[in-house]
């Protein structure tokens, strides 16, 4: 179903967990790793049975002598048994690789998506900023032919203005860039990308549905195993194998008065004698012990290192969500207020052209990191997985108190206060900023949030 809304005629835009959901259903790869899975893990009693028997014929003499032979090569018991361990090691390993891959696409497909929801959503906000800009110019270019404005705002109005079209210039490459590797990866044309949606998280059914290992640690984790199997293992792959064979040889014995056929049957049994044990056979099986120690101790220093890498990426998902949040509840509506304000107070004659510049600035920086820090978030979660669950139920060594850093005097200071000598009136910027039951208040921690 979700591959025929990508590729559809009537086709919609997907969601991210439709996209990740999409291309496991949809890939080649996933399923011969499935199957892989399977057949490997066959293999744990498939080593009981012998391998193929060899079958023998051969004709003397005109049918003389005619013999014919049957031979099966056949493991010691405890060469069998001590090799299932090895057996298991590599079929848990497929089945981890499939878990792996599995984590892999859902990495690479969502990247595609994010970078395309974030390029879009700049974009959109590149696309009015521009607009706006560009009526602020004109205005600028108007009052300085009549006298009304100076050289150095025409100027800085031109440079902002340009600056933004670059910003947007910059987003629609990077939408093209992004539509192209996302429809490689979904394997559908570009045409058919219809746009993105911008998540601010990654759902939570597939984070459940990846486990809490990253694709390196499964990989790492199986490595680990398959070489301490290879290491225990070491001495029993030079242990021989025993060949039975049977032999019947039907002959006509010399002489004009003998009998017809004769029937001889030779039974066999070969066994190879380590005689050079200390020569040969020791030396590898030393070779294959070192070498499964080797192996497997670079998997764990690997491990560790992946181990490392999830705990960091479960910082960053958590500082990112705060921060997210912070913009949604504080920041971005403090500098949108304090934009609609600066206008307001620059057409009355209250503010300076500066400062205009200097709120629709410090507002455009906040909504570009308001758009990045959803695709830092869906990044962090899959890099740090169900670690995140563990950690969110316990208490956080430094808890944020964003009601108190949002009543800072040093935070709320009204846009132009750095400029007594231009603007003595107190702008209308510093009234949106009511005050809150926590201001005026200490918690400890003002003199560095002030900072």
Known sequence: MLWGIACGAGAQTLTLEQAIRATWESSSQLKAQKTLGGIYSDDTWRRFFPDEPQLSYSNQDNN??????????????????????????????????????????????????????????MILFQTQNVQDLETITEAIRLQYTHGHSNQTQKISAELQLTQAQRDLRTAQDQLKTAVKLYARLMGISSNQVTGFELPEDVPSSIIKELGDRTSGQLRDKANVDVGEANRATGFWSQVPDVSFSLTESDWVPPGAGAPGLSTDYTFGVALTLPVLFPVHELAEAQRSENQGVVSREQARLQLIQDNSAQEAGALDYFRSRDRFKQLQTRDLVLAETM?????????????????????????????????????????????????????????????????????????????????????????????????????GTTNGDSSKETK
Do not use: C
């Open 64 to 121: 003389t002598e005619v013999s014919w032979g049957l031979s099966l090569t056949y493991p010691i018991p405890f060469k069998t048994l001590a090799f299932t361990q090895l057996d298991s090691a590599v079929a848990q390993q497929q089945r981890w690789e499939f878990k792996a891959q599995k984590y892999d696409l859902a990495v690479a497909i969502a990247q595609a998506y994010m970078n395309g929801a974030t390029a879009q959503a």
């Open 339 to 439: 934009k609609e304000s600066a206008v307001e107070a620059y057409k009355s004659g209250r503010l300076q052209f500066s400062d205009l510049i200097l709120a629709r600035q410090t507002y455009a920086s906040l909504k570009n990191e308001d758009i990045q820090i959803r695709a830092e978030i869906v990044n962090a979660h899959l890099a740090g997985l169900r670690d995140i669950e563990e950690a969110a139920e316990s208490p956080k060594s430094e808890p944020s108190n964003l009601s108190a850093a949002g009543t800072n005097p040093s935070q709320t200071r009204p846009l132009g206060a750095n400029h007594p000598a231009e603007d003595p009136k107190p702008p209308i910027l510093a009234e949106p900023a009511t005050p809150t039951p926590a201001e």
